[in-house]
């Protein structure tokens, strides 16, 4: 197992950016891979970003493509969400996830955090 800690959310005006924070603890955090997905009211959890544990290879959502970055620094055993040119759509709780391998469907990551709150306004 591991214990994931989202930080970073909160209150941004449209155009504006956030960067979110996972801290991982538990089992080697350098051999999952890292995932973001997001809920937003009444909607489903959609994958936003992903990477891979051994070559840092990086998959998006095509709505976040472009603006999002997602990085991973494993001696600190801390995935990154940077988010930029942020719009009112992106409002969501963001949930950080583990996994064995990179993936886009949610059921496969088997560790997750508590979410964090992301709200951006127009």
């Known amino acids: 197992q591991v214990q994931l800690v989202e930080s970073g959310g909160g209150l941004v005006q449209a155009g504006g950016s956030l960067r979110l924070s996972c801290a991982a603890s538990?089992?080697?955090?350098?051999?999952?891979?890292m995932a973001w997905f997001r809920q937003a009211p009444g909607k489903e959890r959609d994958f936003v970003a992903a990477i891979r544990w051994s070559n840092y290879v990086t998959s998006y959502a095509d709505s976040v493509k472009g603006r999002f970055t997602i990085s991973r620094d494993n001696a600190k055993n801390t995935v990154y969400l940077q988010m930029n040119s942020l719009k009112p759509e992106d409002t969501a709780v963001y949930y950080c996830?583990?996994?064995?391998?990179?993936?886009?469907?949610?059921?496969?990551?088997?560790?997750w955090g508590q979410g964090t709150q992301v709200t951006v306004f127009s």
């Open positions: 538990g089992r080697t955090f350098s051999n999952y891979a």
């Open positions: 996830a583990a996994g064995i391998r990179a993936s886009r469907i949610s059921r496969e990551y088997e560790n």
